[in-house]
Nanobody, 127 residues
Framework: QVQLVESGGGLVQAGNSLTLSCAVSGGTFSDRSLAWFRQAAGNEREFVATITRNGINTAYADSVKGRFTISKVRAGSTGTLQMNNLNPDDTAVYYC????????????????????WGQGIQVTVSS
């Protein structure tokens, strides 16, 4: 059974950086895509970033493009989300998710495309 565990969250001041990690057990990222979603209080869970199974292609939400970087060790069991220049609007619970399915780009940003999820980790950005 695949399990995902996020780490690295916390409280940070606006303008600073934070790196989230996602550890997978019961498998590796060699044949899995990795995605990050987030959910702010009172809002729906929204797409943040994804990297494909082969590690070549990435996609980002417009709100984080240029500030966040997603990566994974293809043959390893850890993926990361580097978050720079954080602002209070980035405050949310962040979730990593994965699937072994080959996804067409039109569904990369859909929650329904990923069948394994972590429990989430809080990121709070103070102004």
């Amino acid at each position: 059974q695949v399990q995902l565990v996020e780490s690295g969250g916390g409280l940070v001041q606006a303008g600073n950086s934070l790196t989230l990690s996602c550890a997978v057990s019961g498998g590796t990222f060699s044949d899995r895509s990795l995605a990050w979603f987030r959910q702010a209080a009172g809002n729906e869970r929204e797409f943040v970033a994804t990297i494909t199974r082969n590690g070549i292609n990435t996609a980002y939400a417009d709100s984080v493009k240029g500030r966040f970087t997603i990566s994974k060790v293809r043959a390893g069991s850890t993926g990361t989300l580097q978050m720079n220049n954080l602002n209070p609007d980035d405050t949310a619970v962040y979730y990593c998710a994965t699937t072994r399915a080959g996804l067409p780009s039109r569904v990369w940003k859909s929650r329904d495309s990923y069948n394994y999820w972590g429990q989430g980790i809080q990121v709070t950005v103070s102004s």
